[in-house]
């Protein structure tokens, strides 16, 4: 009986201190949108989005990730958002 009860007490007490690592763990990073990207980037010198063939808005893409120092996910994300703004106009 004293076995069982320290087992469990014991199991308890493990998932609990296990349970309190996880809270702090570092959360995966969200996705951003493209248009949140390019407002918060872009537009510090550009005005409203160009409209751009999809090769060009790689080529922009690539080129505004070093001189604006974007990470990939968010020159990603502008890229996105330049080709498809190009195929709603």
């Known amino acids: 009986m004293k076995t069982t009860l320290c087992f469990v007490l014991s199991a308890f007490v493990f998932t609990i201190l296990w349970a309190g690592t ?4 570092p ?4 996705a951003r949108d493209g248009e949140e990207v390019y407002k918060e980037n872009c537009t510090r010198c550009h005005n409203t989005p160009p409209a751009m063939s999809e ?4 080529v922009v893409s690539a080129h505004m990730r070093v001189r604006a120092n ?10 996105h958002y330049l ?3 190009a195929k709603s106009k």
Do not use: C, S, W, Y
């Open 22 to 25: 996880l809270i702090g763990a």
């Open 70 to 79: 974007l990470t990939a996910r968010d020159a990603n994300a502008v890229m």
């Open 83 to 85: 080709a498809e703004n």
């Open 27 to 30: 959360q995966p990073e969200k």
């Open 55 to 58: 090769r060009h808005a790689k």
